[in-house]
């Protein structure tokens, strides 16, 4: 009896505590009207910051874009702070990649759709452009970014759900959507170029996640990974050993590290074929997963691309 | 509203985990949370491989099979002589390597980490709402937590001196004619719908944190198990509730603050407790050498 009583007490003492701990967080709340900043912006809330990117440039002076992943952020392992609820909450469009490339947050931004809204980006995407996963399934590779052709359909979605959203700037949102699509179409011949000073034989992009399978498939680089796609499965023994004979085998010059991936793995296959004698350069650090810093040319997708394309270039060539 | 679906979410785990806790503690056995939360792969992997989709429902199911699969195996591997240690460990590494090899097996090429599939995040419950006949009737979280909590209450309520004695003297159970593994079994089944259920709504960390810390603290500060409970439940929903703060003040992870304040709990209780306590002990032994 006695115990009870001591229960029941711990919980009413506690009563005050949760009222007074709602009352504060509801307080805290939304400062400004939902979906638009205290200067009239629509507020556009991104995933990754490649989507950002596309909605800063198409959206221009009319929007105000969040990105919920910053710099060097796995997408796969994104982890939400206490801010990214009210990056959510206070957005009028929420953009993301979809096909899983969030993982379970696609779930909760499905539900979000409820009430306001959320686009997955490469919905647009025609599936046949779309590299499948494991057989027998019905999932994609969500890497399409590095496929730019592929990319613009995103830049597209962008630009119609902005249009659709806040129609008193569809003008301006058509010039600068055309405008960025040019540049993308730009960028694409430019990768295209790039990758054409690579002897044929050598062009072989050996990375450590299979993050690049668009990329090879859209400029004809033979793409071999020592990861499957989720950053976080295991990769066998036999994966590594194999990895190192097809890089002695074959002559290729150079692997690459990635930004949101520690090059741990890739420096032991380095090591693995200099002691069979075949030296193998490590040809520099790919943006896979996230851009670099903002503020820096590779801050933004397209000097992500290129710092790719010109890496790969450089090192393999 | 945001902010309060949280809370509430966070103080019913809290409070489940803690109640459940205690019992976890006294029988050794407390990083069976833990346990759960690895040995749950290869049902994530067959769930998959049946289904071909990573459909929350399918992954849900397959945890829950696998998480009485785990309990139940280590139950057993128990009750036949081995340490409860030994137990956990060896059933929960076996189980998640086999959730490793059918993977590289079977699913090389798709994203099929607990993480990503099962393991869920506190920051979304609001969003993630269960809709009847149209009407929004609340987190989906909140629902499945509170009628896990219900079913707790229900049966502990009912059971409590059974509960109590297997916990502290299986053998005097026994003999009084308790149908000690019968018990046993409930108690860890409890466990096991708890975490998954707990897994699929907020998490692994903050349940695995919570069925270990709060129990713990009420442990240091008393010797009666009724006592260890309420304190126990206190000790989890103080978390909760000033974890939550914590994250808002400092934009940061929520389960990562919630656990982080029941380690500073922790932390109090290890120096100050009266009886267990490491100041209190210090001064008896001042005491001691001055007289």
Redesign the interface.
Known sequence: MEARKTKIGAWTALLPLLLLAAVLAGCSGSGSAQGVSEDGKLLVTATTGMIADAAKEIGGEHVEVTTLMGPGVDPHLFKASQGDIRKLDRAAVIFYGGLHLEGNMERVLEKIAAQKTVVAVTDGMPRERLIAGAEESEEFDPHVWFDVDLWKSAAETVTDTLIQKDPSNAEAYREQGERYLNELGQLDAYVRERMLEIPEKGRVLVTAHDAFGYFGRAYGVEVVGLQGISTAAEFGARDVSALRDYLVERNIKAVFVESSLPARSMEAIVAGAARQGHEVKIGGELFSDAMGEPGTPEGTYIGMIRHNADTIAEALK | ????W??LTA?LVASACSILGCFLILRRMALVGDAISHAVLPGIAIAFLMS???D?MWMLLGATAFGLLTVFLIQTLQTSGLQSDASIGIVFTALFAVG?LL??L????????L???????I??V????WTLGGADMGPRAVWMLGITLTVILLLMGLFYKQFKICAFDPAMAAACGIPVLLFHYLLMGMVSMTAVSSFESVGAILVVGMLIIPAATAYLLTN????M???S??AG??SA?SG??I??L?????AG?IVSVAGILFILALLLSPSHGLIAKFARRREAQAA
């Not at chain 2, 609001?126 to 709402?129: A, L, R, S």
């Open positions: 509203m945001m902010d309060f949280i809370i103080v071909g989709t990573r929350s490793v993977i590289s079977n699913a090389q090429h798709i994203d099929l980490d993480d990503c599939v099962l393991f869920g995040e920051a979304y609001p969003w993630d709402t009666r198990l009724g006592v409970i309420g304190l439940v206190a929903i103080v509730i939550y703060l994250s808002y400092l934009d940061a992870s929520i603050c």
